[in-house]
T-cell receptor
Framework: DTEVTQTPKHLVMGMTNKKSLKCEQH?????MYWYKQKAKKPPELMFV???????INESVPSRFSPECPNSSLLNLHLHALQPEDSALYLC??????????????FGEGSRLTVL | AQSVTQLDSQVPVFEEAPVELRCNYS??????LFWYVQYPNQGLQLLLK??????LVESINGFEAEFNKSQTSFHLRKPSVHISDTAEYFC?????????????FGTGTKLQVIP
């Protein structure tokens, strides 16, 4: 199983709503990532969890709240978003401490539209 | 610090013609270079990577890339493209950080294969 599964695939929400994006992997990876991707741009790192601990927060606004309940799951809680937060949100995973470089495995993404 | 430059934002090419997508990098430490591909409405997936050893690396679908340390380049080539190769291609530098990967992406090149 080399899949990263993201749900939902599409999400439309108002600026006052609270919603969550979910990500799951069963490859035994110990690093999980959230990226934001705008049209015609590369992915932009938001958060990294390593061994269930938050390792990187790239100065993301507090209206985005990550959570890593266990080594297989990663959530992104959304609250009071702005229209400019509309984007494709990508989850990725990679092996943990390996002593070397490793590929990132990406999910298909959750396309978020904020009205 | 690492940086990745992809000078061509779009490359149109006729089907069965050869193509080269350019990637240049800069890094103060040893580099691990990757190419990822993103098909429409999907996440990114690994195309090929250079870690060490032979400077010419190949993918299973006919792409190849050559690591050139003196020119700090990792250009991607394919001798004959197919319609199915239409996608966005991202060059990336990976920096292992203990329990996760610090990835710097280029801005991407959209390969448009014309029938």
């Amino acid at each position: 199983d080399t899949e990263v599964t993201q749900t939902p695939k599409h999400l439309v929400m108002g600026m006052t709503n609270k919603k969550s994006l979910k990500c799951e992997q069963h490859m035994g990876h110990r690093a999980m990532y959230w990226y934001k991707q705008k049209a015609k741009k590369p992915p932009e790192l938001m958060f990294v969890y390593s061994y269930e601990k938050l390792s990187i927060n790239e100065s993301v606004p507090s209206r985005f709240s990550p959570e890593c309940p266990n080594s297989s799951l990663l959530n992104l809680h959304l609250h009071a978003l702005q229209p400019e937060d509309s984007a494709l949100y990508l989850c990725a995973s990679s092996q943990g401490i390996t002593g070397g470089p490793g590929e990132l495995f990406f999910g298909e993404g959750s396309r978020l539209t904020v009205l | 610090a690492q940086s990745v430059t992809q000078l061509d934002s779009q490359v149109p090419v006729f089907e069965e013609a050869p193509v080269e997508l350019r990637c240049n990098y800069s890094s103060s430490v040893s580099v691990y270079l990757f190419w990822y591909v993103q098909y429409p409405n999907q996440g990114l997936q690994l195309l090929l990577k250079y870690l060490s050893g032979s400077t010419l690396v190949e993918s299973i679908n006919g792409f190849e890339a050559e690591f050139n340390k003196s020119q700090t380049s990792f250009h991607l080539r394919k001798p004959s493209v197919h319609i199915s190769d239409t996608a966005e291609y991202f060059c990336a530098v990976h920096l292992p950080r203990g329990g996760y990967q610090k990835v710097t992406f280029g801005t991407g090149t959209k390969l448009q294969v014309i029938p």
